[in-house]
Structure formats: structure tokens, C-alpha cells
């Protein structure tokens, strides 16, 4: 029974040339009301309002705009993104044509990690097919307005997932996040007005423009309109690649996925949160557990502290290093818990790296170092009588 | 470096960055270029890259050193990466990465000695729900066990085809 709702449930319904045709028989005004009143939210985790981005784009002054699609998908746990580009690319392209003729831009960027290079020779020949049909070049589909898109590949760095990091990627530097103020919407690629989406965020748009922003905004909760992709993993029956509504309780997607027994859930990746058990009725949505949508069930036998670790030395990796609380913050943590694994952490230390955690969630420059201590931090705070005292067997 | 390898070297960098164009935002996918067809990006390549791009090599050097995938390093004609991240981990990465430490006789982060494999970790590849995954340079691996550690290492040994092939290759017939 869940078998048959597994994969790409709406999107492999949407047909993006109906997509297309129906949002150029629009002015940008109307594309970008029409998206607004779906309230969308930013598809790769940080739930920023999609027709509001457009919109500041489309009102920015520029001698040239841009779009970039955010395929550099990198946060632990997270595939949907892959999938989407392997089975349904022409509805991202789709979306990235409409969100060109929105804002008024020429040149569109598909900015795709280089883990998934195996990718990019399909993609490419579904941009040829794509300007061979007119859906891309020149004129779009007839119309006055010029399109076409690019593929760039990343080269290993996940910080390059935080939108400045890879406007500064494109432009030949090394991924390093701006300050923001300006915003990309204003001073982007090339300092130009630019709007970054997700992967994802794309599709929706395409399913927006077919079935209808009312549609759209049937489904889910009030803040959280829509359907989600899931990208599910870790100790349960059957993992994969999920759609569900906004708004689904942990517990649900439990029982979908083979995963009733777990005794926490890491939600939203290295960055997002850990769920423990007792508290499964929760909802998964902006307002209560934002996701980007990755979901990493852990199973009773698992040790908290080893999770937490793994997390911490993800992002002792991935630090650009450029801030000081992200860049020795994070090794600190990683730190205090190899004292935990050896079992010679006092309560007194451990509550002293919860106050670093939050010193760098305030003092981080990016979202990185600002979301870098979540996981540590919600283990310890659920399961901190497993964490401490550990007798630990010292080598000779 | 033979005087017809740097040769060979500058020709395809003037031709690269050619492609791209003679600016800044080029410097990645020329990067990219010399690390996939020569394995490394030398201080001849760094220099060569800054004297097209009008840029001081030390900004050439300052990305390189960056981006994982782009390396000082000769790296080997078959790069292994394999995730280490939470997923992979909690599905058995540990047991592939002694096997494949045990049959090539290297530790993480180094290359064969005759040149054919560089075995490095990777931070989460996608493959969550197929773990363990690894990459051989371009192409994923999921499922993977200690025992089929031995199946892909032959298919690199036999393999002058499409595994010894990086996907991101000359795209000349499709790009614009």
C-alpha cells in the first residue's frame, strides 16, 4: 500500500510545456500574484516566501538579472533534489523560464553539486531538446522574452548551499558567504538582482502554473501550503523518496516508512533538529519542524553520542572558516564530545558548550555556523543522562 | 614535467579558458578541466590559469586549496570517495572502508603508488537511502559491502572505458 505512494506523486502528473504556456499568457505582475497567493515557501529548508523573492527581484533595477536553481544539494540525509532532476527536469527548467520572464532576467544557472556530475550529460540534453523545441533561446515559446540556462558544476564544498556561498562560487572565488544586507534580490550574480531557488522550489512553480495557486494552498497548513518531497533514510523498513503534505506529524511519516519503533528522528539534517520519541505527534512544517526535507530515522539501538558526532565532524569539514565562532566553535564541540565518549566531561563543561552552541547560533556570519550546534544541542537537551558517564575502555 | 606534457598542458588551459572566456567567473570550470584530464592542478596550471584570467596565482591557489574536489596533489586515475556521513555510517561505511583500505594498501587521503587509486572520504553524497555509497570518480556505487569491494576495484583495473571517463568531460557538442 505505501509502496504505490512512494516518488514523485504530483510532480509526475504536471505537464511543464501546460506550465509554461500558462504562465506566459501572464503579465509578471500576475505570475508573481499568482505565486504569491499559493505561499509557496523556499523548498531548500529555510522557508523564505517565494513570490515575495520574486517579487523585490522583478522591482530591483539592473542591466541584467538572473536565476539560479539550487542544486547543490548537500545536507545530510537530503536525495529528493537528485530525483527530481533525474525524473521530472524539464518541470525545474520549466519553473526557472517562468521565474525568468517574472523578474525580467535572461540567463538562468542550474548550479549542481559536483557529486552528482553523472547527472549532467541528461540534463544537458534535455536543455538542447528544450531550445530545439523553443521552449528555451531567443524567444520563449514566440514571445519577446530571451531564456536560456546554463549548468555549472560545484566542486565538493557544502557551504556552497547557502546562496551567497555559491554566487561567490559562480563567480570564481572560493565559497565563501557574504554578509546580507544586500540581499541577492538586489545585489546577486555580478551584483546584479538575482533571485536562488531551490531545485524543488522550481518544480512547485510548475505545478503552481498547471493546477492553480488555490490548488496549491489546499493543501497543507496555513503557513506551510503544498506538497513536500521527503528524503527519508537511516533504521527503518522501507527509505526513499517521499511526498507528503505540509503539516504531516512525525508518527505519520513513521508508519509510511517503516519506522515505528525509531527512538528519535533527525530532522532537516545535520542542521535541522533531533525529535526523540515522546514528542512524535509533532508536525513537520515551517512553523513547527522545518525541513528541507531530510528525515533520518534512528533506531532503538542507536548511540545518540556517535550521532552527534558524526554531525560534528561534518561540520568541522565543511566550515569555511572564515568566521570565528563556526570555524573553532564547531571543533570545540567536537571536542566536548570525545570528552563525553571517553566519559570525562563534567556537568560544569558540557553545560558551558551548550552556552558556545548558542553563542554560535547568534554570532554565526551564515546559516552554517547559525544552525552547526542544532543537533548537538537537542541531543544533549533529550538525552543527556545517555551521554554522561560513560565508562570508557582506554586503550593500553 | 616533460617540456611536451607542460606543452600540452598550456595548450588545453589557452583552449579552456578560451571556451569560458577570459574572465573571473571562469576560473572554477577551467579548474575543473585541468583537475578531471590531468588529476592535479600543478603550480605550472595555477600560474598558467592566472596569466590568462589577469589574476594573481594566489587567488588561483586560494580556490584550489578550497573546493575538495580540486587538488595540489596528483591524485590517482580512479578517485574513491566514500560517504562517511550519518546515514552511510549507521549502514556499514566502517567494514568498506577497512576493505578497501586492505586492498589497496593505503589509508584515506593517499594514492597507490603506481598512480591508479586515491581513496578519500566524502561528506554526504545523496545516496542516503542505498548506503553505503561511494563515487569512483564520476559514477556512484550504492549497496556497497566489504565483499563488493573487491568487484569494484576490478572493474577500475580492467576498466579503459567509460569508469575511466569523468562526466565532466568536453561538452563542446552541447554547449552553446
Redo the contacts between chains.
Keep these: 500500500m505505501s509502496a504505490n505512494r512512494r516518488g514523485l506523486v504530483t510532480f509526475s502528473t504536471i505537464d511543464p510545456a501546460v506550465a509554461l504556456s500558462g504562465a506566459l499568457a501572464k503579465s509578471r505582475a500576475e505570475i508573481i500574484a499568482e505565486l504569491t497567493a499559493s505561499r509557496l515557501k523556499g523548498r531548500g529548508g529555510a522557508g523564505f516566501p517565494t513570490g515575495v523573492k520574486w517579487n523585490l527581484a522583478a522591482a530591483a533595477k539592473g542591466a541584467a538579472k538572473y536565476v539560479i536553481c539550487n542544486a547543490d544539494e548537500g545536507e545530510p540525509g537530503t536525495f529528493k533534489d537528485r530525483v527530481i532532476l533525474a525524473e521530472v527536469p524539464d518541470l525545474v527548467f520549466a519553473g526557472m523560464t517562468i521565474g525568468g520572464v517574472a523578474i525580467g532576467a535572461a540567463r538562468g544557472i542550474v548550479y549542481l553539486r559536483g557529486e552528482y556530475a553523472y547527472l549532467r550529460e541528461g540534463l544537458e540534453d534535455v536543455l538542447a531538446r528544450r531550445r530545439a523545441a523553443g521552449l528555451l533561446g531567443a524567444q520563449v515559446m514566440g514571445k519577446a522574452t530571451p531564456f536560456d540556462i546554463e549548468i555549472r558544476m560545484g566542486s565538493g564544498a557544502y557551504v556552497c548551499g547557502e546562496e551567497t556561498a555559491l554566487i561567490e562560487s559562480l563567480e570564481g572565488q572560493r565559497g565563501e558567504p557574504r554578509n546580507r544586507p544586500p540581499f541577492p534580490v538586489d545585489t546577486g550574480f555580478m551584483g546584479e538582482p538575482t533571485i536562488v531557488n531551490n531545485v524543488e522550489t522550481f518544480a512547485c512553480v510548475a505545478a503552481i502554473f498547471t493546477k492553480g495557486a488555490s490548488w496549491f494552498a489546499s493543501i497543507g497548513t496555513e503557513k506551510s501550503t503544498g506538497p513536500k518531497l521527503f528524503s527519508v533514510s537511516g533504521d527503518c523498513a522501507r527509505p526513499g523518496v517521499y511526498e507528503f503534505p505540509m503539516g504531516i506529524t512525525v508518527a505519520e511519516l513513521l508508519r509510511e516508512v517503516g519506522g515505528e519503533d525509531a527512538k528519535a528522528v533527525q530532522i532537516g539534517g545535520a542542521s535541522g533538529r533531533c525529535v526523540p520519541a515522546a514528542e512524535f505527534a509533532r508536525s513537520i512544517s515551517y512553523e513547527d519542524v522545518s525541513t528541507g526535507g531530510s528525515v533520518i530515522v534512528f533506531g532503538p539501538g542507536r548511540d545518540m553520542l556517535a550521532v552527534a558526532k558524526n554531525f560534528m565532524e561534518f561540520f568541522v569539514e565543511e566550515s569555511c572558516g572564515q568566521c570565528t565562532p563556526c570555524r573553532e566553535g564547531n571543533v570545540k564541540l567536537l571536542e566536548g564530545i570525545r570528552m563525553l565518549e571517553e566519559g570525562r566531561c563534567s556537568a560544569r563543561y558540557l553545560d558551558e558548550l551548550l552556552t558556545l552552541g548558542e553563542v554560535m547560533q547568534n554570532a554565526s556570519k551564515c546559516g552554517l555556523g547559525q544552525s552547526s550546534p542544532n543537533a548537538f544541542l537537542s541531543i544533549v537537551a533529550h538525552y543527556r543522562d545517555e551521554l554522561m558517564g560513560r565508562v570508557h575502555e582506554r586503550a593500553r | 614535467m616533460l617540456q611536451t606534457e607542460q606543452q600540452r598542458l598550456k595548450e588545453d588551459i589557452g583552449r579552456w579558458v578560451e571556451r569560458y572566456g577570459a ?7 577551467v ?2 578541466e585541468v583537475q578531471a584530464k590531468y588529476t592535479q592542478i600543478s603550480e605550472y596550471a595555477m600560474q598558467e590559469v592566472a596569466d590568462h ?1 589577469e589574476i594573481h596565482p594566489v587567488e588561483v591557489y ?2 584550489v586549496t ?5 587538488a595540489e596533489a596528483q591524485q590517482g586515475k580512479f578517485v574513491i570517495r566514500l560517504c ?4 552511510c ?2 549502514a556499514g561505511k566502517e567494514r568498506v572502508a577497512r576493505q578497501l583500505e586492505n586492498d589497496l594498501g593505503i589509508r584515506f587521503g593517499e594514492t597507490t603508488k603506481d598512480g591508479k587509486f586515491t581513496l578519500a572520504w ?10 553505503p555509497a561511494l ?1 569512483v570518480n ?3 556505487f550504492t549497496g556497497v559491502t566489504s565483499e563488493k569491494v573487491h568487484d569494484i576495484l576490478q572493474l577500475c583495473q580492467k576498466s579503459f572505458g567509460p569508469l575511466a571517463v ?3 568531460r568536453d ?1 563542446e557538442g ?3
Excluded at chain 2, 23 to 29: A, E, G, H, K
Excluded at chain 2, 66 to 70: A, D, E, H, T, V
Design positions: 574572465r573571473r567567473s571562469s576560473l572554477i570550470p579548474l575543473q584570467l586560494s580556490v578550497f573546493y575538495s574536489f580540486l562517511r556521513t550519518i546515514s555510517d549507521m566524502a561528506n554526504c553524497i545523496g545516496m542516503c537511502d542505498q548506503g563515487l564520476d559514477h556512484v569523468h562526466a565532466n561538452h552541447v554547449r552553446r
